[in-house]
C-alpha cells in the first residue's frame, strides 16, 4: 500500500510550496513564526496557494471546481496545516463559508459562487453573536422581507474572516418567533451593500491563529436582494447543521497536520539528543511515549481516511461519524502534542531566537492547534450529537440490521468513490452504523487468515469486539437523553469514538490486505495495526494486549520515515526537503 492518488495529490502540492526550513521559501517556518509574533495574515502565502489552484479544490465539479471527493480535499488541507494551522484555518475558511449554498443553493447561486471561489474571492460563515455563542436557534441577527429581497440588521461576532471576507453565508432570523424553522441562510456579497449598511469590528486578539482575521461585523439595513437566500425560507438551521457534517469532516486535516508537524519535530530532537551517554530515541520512557503517539497518529490518520471517503459512500451516516470525528481527532491530537512536548522538554516553549532550531515552531503548533477543538461545533457538541443517537445506534446493533456494504467501500481504496449528493445528508444516522456493523465480519476475516505475525492484532480485534458489544448493553441505560446529558454517558459516547476508530483501523487492513500480512514499511507483519489496535485498548481503559514488538517496530518505522524525508502515514508521501 504505497500510491494513492490522494497522497500524490498532496505531494505535488507540498512540493510547490519549496522547502518551508529554507527562510527564503515564502511558506517557510521562519516566515511563519515572523507573522504569529505581528499577528499579521498571511496574505502573501494565501495567495501562493490561490495561484497553485488551491480554491478550486473547495468548489465541487458540478459547480465548476476540482473537489470530486473529500478524500482529495482532506490531503491537501492536512498539507497546508503540516506546514501552518493558521494559514490553513485563514485560507479554508472560504470552504466553510461556501458550503451551506453546495448543500442546499440552487444550481445558478452555486456556480456564481463557484467561480467567485476559483478567483480567489474569500467567503466566511457567519454564524456565531456575541451572546449566545453556539446556541444558534438564539440569534438575534435578523432578516425582514422587504420588496426587493432581504434586509439585515445585527451582530455577528467571532468570525474567521468576518473582514477580510468578500461573501458571508449569513444564519440569520427570518421568523420572530425563531425556532428550528424561523432562521435562513443568506449570503450576502460586500461588494452588493451600500457603504453605511454593515461595519467591520476589530481584530481579536487570539492565543492561538494569531495571525487570522477573527473578527465581526455590523449589519445595519444590510439590504440583499431574493437570490441571496439559500435553500427555502426557514431552513438556515437545517442547512447549517448538514454543511457542519462536511465541515466537521474536513477540521480532521487540521489536527494531522498538526500531529504530522508536532511528531516530525520529536523524533528530530529525539536523534539528536544526547541523555546519559545515550541518543533520547534509546531511551525506555522516551520510545514509549513517542511510540505511543506514534501508534495514536496513525488510529487518527486511520479514522479520518475513512470518515473522508465516507461522506460518499455513507452520506446519510455522516452525522454519526462526522462527530466521531470531530471529537477524536482534535481531542487525541491534543493529548499527541501534549506528551511530545514532554519529550521536548523546554524547548516545547521556544519562540525563536539564537539556538532555538526548530524548536520554536512547536509551541506555534500546539497553541494554533487548541482552536480545533472549539469551532464547527465544540466536543460536547459532538458528544451530545452520538448521546443523542444512543437509541438507534443500539437497536441496529442488537438486532444486526445495519447494512456494511457503506464501510466496506469506504475502507477498500481502490474503490472509486460516487459523487457526494449533498440530498442524502441526514440530522440522523437512522439506519446505525455500518463501520460497526462490518466490524464482526472484519474480525473473522482477520483470524481466518492465520497469520502467524497477525496472532496479536486478532486477540486486540477480538477483545475490541466485545467492548464494542458491552459498551452498547451500557449504553441502553441513556438511550432516551435528548438534553441535560450525564457526564457518565458523555464518557460512554467517548468510548463509542474509539470503536469506531478500531472498526475503521481493522477495516482499512483488511481491505486493502485481504487479511494478509505482507507489504513493506508500516504493512509488513501488520506493523502498525499491531500497535494501533493494542493502543486503542489502552485509550479504553482496558488491559493492552501483547503486541509482542510492535511498538519498537512502530518507532524504528518513524525514524526511517524521517530519516527519508517522508511523512510518518499510512500511506507514502515524499516531503519537500532542501537540496544537499
Not at 474569500?122 to 420588496?147: C, M
Not at 481531542?331 to 532550531?357: H, I, K, N, P
Request: proline share 4%; hydrophobic share 45%; charged share 25%.
Amino acid at each position: 500500500m504505497t500510491e494513492h492518488s490522494p497522497y500524490r495529490l498532496a505531494e505535488e502540492l507540498e512540493h510547490a510550496l519549496g522547502d518551508p526550513t529554507d527562510p527564503r521559501t515564502t511558506f517557510s517556518y521562519a516566515t511563519c513564526l515572523d507573522l504569529d509574533a505581528r499577528e499579521e495574515f498571511p496574505d502573501q502565502i494565501c495567495r501562493d496557494l490561490d495561484a497553485w489552484g488551491l480554491p478550486d479544490y473547495y468548489v465541487p465539479v458540478r459547480h465548476g471546481g476540482r473537489l470530486r471527493d473529500y478524500e482529495h480535499a482532506l490531503q491537501l488541507v492536512r498539507t497546508v496545516a503540516r506546514r501552518d494551522l493558521t494559514v490553513a484555518v485563514a485560507h479554508g475558511k472560504t470552504y466553510l463559508g461556501a458550503v451551506c449554498v453546495w448543500v442546499a443553493g440552487s444550481d445558478e447561486q452555486a456556480a456564481r459562487l463557484g467561480a467567485d471561489v476559483r478567483a480567489g474571492v474569500p467567503v466566511s460563515l457567519a454564524l456565531t453573536e456575541r451572546a449566545h455563542g453556539s446556541d444558534l436557534l438564539a440569534g438575534e441577527v435578523t432578516a425582514h422581507r422587504t420588496d426587493g429581497g432581504w434586509r439585515l440588521h445585527g451582530e455577528k461576532w467571532l468570525i474567521n474572516n468576518a473582514t477580510r471576507g468578500t461573501l458571508l453565508s449569513v444564519l440569520a432570523r427570518t421568523d420572530p418567533a425563531g425556532g428550528p424553522r424561523g432562521f435562513s441562510v443568506l449570503l450576502t456579497d460586500k461588494r452588493e451593500l451600500a457603504p453605511a449598511a454593515y461595519r467591520s469590528l476589530p481584530k481579536v486578539p487570539t492565543h492561538g491563529i494569531r495571525g487570522a482575521d477573527i473578527s465581526g461585523i455590523v449589519l445595519d439595513g444590510a439590504q440583499v436582494g431574493p437570490h441571496a437566500l439559500v435553500g427555502a425560507e426557514g431552513t438556515g438551521i437545517e442547512t447549517v447543521l448538514k454543511a457542519l457534517q462536511l465541515t466537521r469532516t474536513m477540521c480532521a486535516s487540521l489536527s494531522l497536520g498538526a500531529a504530522d508537524h508536532g511528531l516530525q519535530i520529536a523524533l528530530g530532537f529525539a536523534r539528536e539528543r544526547r541523555l546519559y551517554g545515550r541518543s533520547l530515541a534509546e531511551l525506555p520512557q522516551a520510545r514509549h511515549v513517542l511510540a505511543s503517539a506514534a501508534a495514536d497518529v496513525l488510529a487518527h490518520e486511520a479514522l479520518a481516511l475513512v470518515a473522508s471517503r465516507m461522506v460518499h459512500t455513507a452520506t446519510d451516516e455522516l452525522s454519526l461519524i462526522a462527530a466521531v470525528t470531530k471529537y477524536l481527532l482534535p481531542t487525541g491530537t491534543e493529548d499527541v502534542l501534549s506528551a511530545l512536548g514532554g519529550v521536548l522538554g523546554a524547548r516545547a516553549f521556544l519562540v525563536s531566537g539564537q539556538g532555538v532550531g526548530p524548536y520554536g515552531m512547536f509551541q506555534k503548533v500546539e497553541r494554533d492547534h487548541r482552536i480545533v477543538g472549539l469551532f464547527d461545533g465544540n466536543t460536547l457538541v459532538n458528544l451530545t450529537s452520538l448521546v443523542q443517537q444512543f437509541r438507534s445506534l443500539i437497536r441496529h446493533w442488537r438486532r444486526g440490521t445495519a447494512d456494511p456494504t457503506p464501510a466496506l467501500a469506504a475502507c477498500e481504496l481502490a474503490v472509486l468513490l460516487p459523487e457526494l449528493e449533498p440530498s442524502r445528508l441526514s440530522l440522523k444516522a437512522r439506519n446505525g452504523s455500518s463501520l460497526l456493523a462490518a466490524l464482526p465480519g472484519w474480525v473473522e476475516e482477520l483470524r481466518a487468515a492465520e497469520q502467524p505475525a497477525l496472532k496479536c492484532a486478532v486477540d486486540a480485534a477480538l477483545r475490541l469486539l466485545e467492548v464494542t458489544d458491552r459498551l452498547h448493553d451500557r449504553m441502553a441505560d441513556f438511550a432516551d437523553v435528548v438534553a441535560d446529558v450525564p457526564e457518565d454517558a458523555f464518557d460512554l459516547a467517548r468510548r463509542y469514538c474509539l470503536c469506531v476508530t478500531a472498526a475503521a483501523c481493522l477495516g482499512l487492513w483488511v481491505g486493502n490486505t485481504r487479511g494478509a500480512a505482507g507489504e513493506e514499511g508500516l504493512w509488513r507483519d501488520g506493523v502498525w495495526l499491531r500497535a494501533v489496535l493494542d493502543r486503542l485498548l489502552v485509550r479504553l481503559g482496558e488491559e493492552p494486549a501483547d503486541a509482542g514488538d510492535a511498538y519498537d517496530e512502530l518507532l524504528d518505522e518513524a525514524f526511517s520515515a524521517y530519516e527519508r524525508g517522508r511523512l510518518f502515514s499510512l500511506l507514502r508521501l515524499d516531503l519537500m526537503r532542501r537540496a544537499m
